[in-house]
């Protein structure tokens, strides 16, 4: 099976995830050699650092070969579709992960591709971030459910994994954003369908009054450089710094997908503070990434199907 948002799991399946995901970091249980001798294809249309490292370790350490390939190297469409590359990357390798700008490209995808396709963020979704996020909160709290997170900044594809993230696990979540900025009408209609506490405000502080979590992303996605200006001047107001952390209960933690643009989204005090939890969420990614595939490759077992290499 494949995954290109939170919700392609059922919300037992993201519990396990996290669980087994804290458990594999701790060592309680082995890593299994669950790639030996396959490989794994890393498509990416855009820059990288987490996602790109904590998966090729990710791969290495379950004992497979990762690929790493650009868009532009493969031509994406332009030397030949995005059904034809996935189709030969399909033959040589037992899975497929890809960072996309168009969504629409993963679902392209999926609907040619006979092993599972991974979302390594796309325009609309990054959902192994969000496994990472819960992850680190869960390792801080030691529960999820009842936990409140505010969620400070664009309404973007990280927000949008994030909201159903929460509405899986039990935690509410409030996102603050400025006007034309919120999370879009088809994720917040998602997120309540499936029973999630999801608010949404202009008001940052109203937002952190009551919260266990303070998270922010960048204001300007990948894809969207040439509105940086603009969305400079519209998202003032709207960085964590140290007044508005103080206004959350003193227990609060902050987290921060990365990277990070000190003075904008989140103020350098409050990154490299006590508070900031941001390089254990980082770091979290490859144990999230790990657990994941045990979970998607279980399911291929499952339905007499091992991972193929060709
Ligand atoms: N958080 C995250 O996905 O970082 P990269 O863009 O560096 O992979
Ligand atoms: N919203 C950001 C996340 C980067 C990890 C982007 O899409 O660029």
């Known amino acids: 099976m494949s995954f290109l948002e939170i919700d392609d799991l059922r919300p037992e399946r993201v519990q396990r995830v996290i669980d087994r995901a804290i458990a594999l970091k701790s ?12 490989g794994v294809a890393l498509l990416f249309e855009k820059p990288s650092a987490r996602t790109r490292t904590s998966t090729e370790m990710a791969v290495f350490s379950l004992g497979g070969h990762p690929i790493y390939l650009r868009g532009e190297e493969v031509g994406l469409d332009t030397r030949e579709t995005v059904e034809d590359v996935t189709r030969v990357l399909a033959g040589y390798c037992a899975l497929i992960a ?14 040619i591709s006979n092993v599972p396709v991974v979302n390594l963020l796309s325009d609309m979704a990054h959902p192994c971030q969000v496994l990472a996020d819960l992850i680190t909160m869960k390792q801080h709290f030691g529960d999820l459910e009842g936990r409140r997170i505010a969620y400070i900044g664009d309404g973007n594809n990280v927000a949008a994994s994030l909201a159903l993230g929460c509405a899986y696990t039990g935690v509410e979540i409030v996102v603050a954003s400025p006007d034309g900025y919120q999370l879009q009408e088809e994720v917040v209609d998602r997120v309540r369908n499936i029973g999630g506490n999801l608010g949404l405000t202009t008001e940052p502080y109203e937002a952190v009054r009551d919260a266990d979590v ?5 204001w300007t996605s990948m894809g969207q450089e040439e ?5 400079r001047v519209a998202f003032a107001g709207f960085g964590i710094d140290d007044d ?12 921060h997908c990365l990277p990070a643009h000190r003075g904008e989204e989140i103020s350098a005090s409050v990154l490299e503070g006590p508070r900031s939890k941001v390089w254990e969420q980082a770091a979290n990614r490859m144990d999230a990434f790990r657990s994941l595939a045990i979970e998607l490759f279980d399911d291929e077992f499952r339905n007499g199907k091992v991972p193929s290499n060709g």
């Open 27 to 38: 060592g309680s249980v082995a890593v299994p050699r669950l790639l030996a001798g396959q």
């Open 98 to 111: 890809a960072r996309t700008f168009a969504h629409s490209t993963l679902e392209r995808m999926v609907s």
């Open 214 to 218: 303070l998270y922010t992303d960048v």
């Open 227 to 231: 509105e940086t200006a603009v969305r």
């Open 244 to 255: 508005l952390l103080g206004a959350a209960p003193d227990h609060a933690i902050v987290l």
